[in-house]
């Protein structure tokens, strides 16, 4: 790919908080701003915006020339959308540069995509993707970047905050571009099923979320043991986490701040309500806030819950019953119970589904090895609780085992068959995906828009700190009504759906 020159450093830095340790681009509230300033007696906070500050803010604007025009006829033009002929190097987009999208980016590359353009919103969060890739175009705005190079663009990540997910992620599919895009698939049930149909209306595009475990062999060990009756049936699974690791059950801050010169406030918000800049949203804490997240639940259930869901067949709850603490209109509550109950299915039963996050633990097992710490990992796990044995596992499904040391030793020297198809690896899946091969595991259509519409339901049932009832046929409360905003947001002019 030859030199070209592109506006300069951009992306939503999507401060991922769901794969374990800290991401790319984290850095403290105070990170990058400076000293304290003294003004007569009083020291002042240089980030802290003066009256006069506020009247005359001016976002920082993307710089540099456009994109040199290309002379190759595009590949799309010669095979239709979506067509990808199997010798090529898919030419990827990445919206997010910084945080989980670092990794994303680096993941695609080590996948054979070609990375052919950065959109991110925070030249300090996205540069060591820059650094990185020196040659790769940069833009501030994702959608002037599809814009001035959509032509050439096979494919788009999307590794923002959740409450741009659906925006950048239905551009990309209605220009023809395979996406991959970080769960949760997005912040509200209307976008993630706008999502999903919008996908199923073109099955040559490639989709994929990003919850990593499902292509991951413990996934599918914990589907080949559960199937075989090594725990017997199912009656029960258990959740736990270490998130949030950000600041949850709060007021909006009333503090003004100056926003930081390497970033585009307007850009970060996109289709979100203006509000003033504060360190309480970004780079990292944005997940608390439900205007931007969806709080410890939305951040790791796409992991935790993801083997169950496929395991036993769930869709849609019968109920989901909350139990926080003290509830915030605008934000997540520190810690929380959310209790779902799957209606029986086939072989299995009335399955109760427990999720404990803010530092809610479940109780140790019965028989587990004492030399075995509790809880097994910081980050969380899952406990399987059938009638003949228990199981446990990793938050991403990772290192299955049993309780009981005996039968864990018999069914790994003699275990069930491999019914189940190894992934060549997450990212691998979705670039196979555009040259025809098979679908993506989790592809927003299949297994990715259910689970992540699952998830959400819990974040409802949450927000309202009580019991929805869930209709069957349409996956939608039927005891409470439930605030419009809270199912479908309204966008700002040039961001919607």
Same mark, same amino acid.
């Given at each position: 790919?030859?030199?070209?020159?592109?506006?300069?450093?951009?992306?939503?830095?999507?401060?991922?908080?769901?794969?374990?340790?800290?991401?790319?681009?984290?850095?403290?509230?105070?990170?990058?701003?400076?000293?304290?300033?003294?003004?007569?007696?009083?020291?002042?906070?240089?980030?802290?915006?003066?009256?006069?500050?506020?009247?005359?803010?001016?976002?920082?604007?993307?710089?540099?020339?456009?994109?040199?025009?290309?002379?190759?006829?595009?590949?799309?033009?010669?095979?239709?959308?979506?067509?990808?002929?199997?010798?090529?190097?898919?030419?990827?987009?990445?919206?997010?540069?910084?945080?989980?999208?670092?990794?994303?980016?680096? %993941?695609?590359?080590?996948?054979?995509? =070609?990375?052919?353009?950065?959109?991110?919103?925070?030249?300090?969060?996205?540069?060591?993707?820059?650094?990185?890739?020196?040659?790769?175009?940069?833009?501030?705005?994702?959608?002037?970047?599809?814009?001035?190079?959509?032509?050439?663009?096979?494919?788009?990540?999307?590794?923002?905050?959740? *409450?741009?997910?659906?925006?950048?992620?239905?551009?990309?599919?209605?220009?023809?571009? *395979?996406?991959?895009?970080?769960?949760?698939?997005?912040?509200?049930?209307?976008?993630?099923?706008?999502?999903?149909?919008?996908?199923?209306?073109?099955?040559?595009?490639?989709?994929?979320?990003?919850?990593?475990?499902?292509?991951?062999? %413990?996934?599918?060990?914990?589907?080949?043991?559960?199937?075989?009756?090594?725990?017997?049936?199912?009656?029960?699974?258990?959740?736990?986490?270490?998130?949030?690791?950000?600041?949850?059950?709060?007021?909006?801050?009333?503090?003004?701040?100056?926003?930081?010169?390497?970033?585009?406030?307007?850009?970060?918000?996109?289709?979100?309500?203006?509000?003033?800049? *504060?360190?309480?949203?970004?780079?990292?804490?944005?997940?608390?806030?439900?205007?931007?997240?969806?709080?410890?639940?939305?951040?790791?259930?796409?992991?935790?819950?993801?083997?169950?869901?496929?395991?036993?067949?769930?869709?849609?709850?019968?109920?989901?019953?909350?139990?926080?603490?003290?509830?915030?209109?605008?934000?997540?509550?520190?810690?929380?119970?959310?209790?779902?109950?799957?209606?029986?299915? %086939?072989?299995?039963?009335?399955?109760?589904?427990?999720?404990?996050?803010?530092?809610? =633990?479940?109780?140790?097992?019965?028989?587990?090895?004492?030399?075995?710490?509790?809880?097994?990992?910081?980050?969380?796990?899952?406990?399987?609780?059938?009638?003949?044995?228990?199981?446990?596992?990793?938050?991403?499904?990772?290192?299955?085992?049993?309780?009981?040391?005996?039968?864990?030793?018999?069914?790994?020297? =003699?275990?069930?068959?491999?019914?189940? &198809?190894?992934?060549?690896?997450?990212?691998?899946?979705?670039? =196979?995906?555009?040259? %025809?091969?098979?679908?993506?595991?989790?592809?927003?259509?299949?297994?990715?828009?259910?689970?992540?519409?699952?998830?959400?339901?819990?974040?409802?049932?949450?927000?309202?700190?009580?019991?929805?009832?869930?209709?069957?046929?349409?996956?939608?409360?039927?005891?409470?009504?439930?605030?419009?905003?809270?199912?479908? &947001?309204?966008?700002?002019?040039?961001?919607?759906?």
């Amino acid at each position: 790919m030859g030199k070209r020159r592109g506006s300069q450093g951009e992306g939503h830095r999507s401060q991922d908080a769901g794969h374990g340790s800290q991401e790319t681009g984290r850095r403290s509230q105070a990170a990058g701003h400076g000293s304290q300033e003294t003004v007569g007696a009083v020291t002042r906070d240089p980030r802290l915006a003066t009256p006069n500050d506020l009247s005359r803010r001016e976002f920082v604007q993307a710089s540099g020339a456009a994109a040199a025009a290309f002379t190759i006829v595009p590949r799309h033009v010669l095979g239709g959308k979506g067509y990808l002929a199997p010798s090529d190097k898919p030419n990827v987009a990445c919206i997010g540069a910084g945080g989980k999208g670092r990794s994303d980016i680096d %993941g695609v590359r080590d996948a054979g995509g =070609n990375i052919y353009a950065f959109a991110d919103v925070d030249d300090e969060s996205a540069a060591d993707a820059y650094r990185s890739y020196p040659n790769v175009p940069r833009f501030k705005d994702y959608r002037e970047m599809l814009d001035k190079m959509g032509k050439n663009i096979d494919a788009i990540t999307v590794s923002i905050p959740d *409450h741009s997910h659906a925006s950048a992620a239905m551009l990309g599919l209605r220009a023809g571009k *395979h996406v991959f895009c970080q769960k949760p698939l997005a912040r509200t049930l209307y976008e993630v099923r706008t999502l999903e149909q919008t996908a199923a209306a073109n099955p040559k595009l490639s989709t994929q979320m990003g919850n990593q475990g499902h292509a991951g062999e %413990g996934t599918r060990v914990v589907r080949e043991w559960v199937e075989a009756g090594v725990i017997g049936t199912v009656r029960e699974v258990q959740y736990w986490t270490n998130r949030p690791i950000w600041p949850q059950g709060l007021d909006r801050p009333l503090e003004a701040y100056n926003v930081p010169p390497t970033l585009d406030w307007d850009l970060w918000l996109g289709p979100a309500p203006v509000r003033p800049y *504060h360190p309480s949203y970004c780079p990292f804490n944005w997940r608390g806030w439900w205007d931007f997240g969806t709080g410890a639940l939305g951040d790791m259930a796409c992991h935790g819950m993801d083997a169950a869901f496929w395991a036993l067949g769930f869709k849609w709850p019968t109920r989901v019953e909350a139990e926080c603490t003290e509830l915030h209109p605008e934000s997540g509550p520190k810690s929380s119970r959310i209790t779902y109950w799957f209606p029986a299915k %086939g072989k299995y039963p009335e399955i109760k589904v427990t999720w404990r996050d803010g530092g809610l =633990n479940p109780v140790r097992p019965t028989g587990l090895d004492p030399a075995r710490s509790w809880p097994i990992a910081d980050i969380g796990g899952q406990i399987w609780i059938g009638d003949e044995g228990t199981m446990i596992a990793g938050m991403y499904g990772e290192d299955p085992f049993l309780v009981d040391a005996k039968k864990d030793a018999a069914v790994r020297a =003699n275990p069930p068959a491999k019914k189940y &198809p190894r992934s060549p690896g997450h990212y691998v899946e979705w670039i =196979n995906g555009m040259k %025809g091969g098979q679908k993506p595991m989790s592809s927003f259509d299949g297994h990715a828009g259910p689970l992540t519409e699952m998830v959400l339901l819990g974040v409802l049932a949450q927000r309202t700190g009580g019991r929805l009832d869930i209709d069957q046929s349409t996956g939608m409360a039927t005891n409470i009504q439930l605030p419009a905003l809270y199912l479908k &947001p309204e966008f700002r002019n040039g961001w919607t759906v």
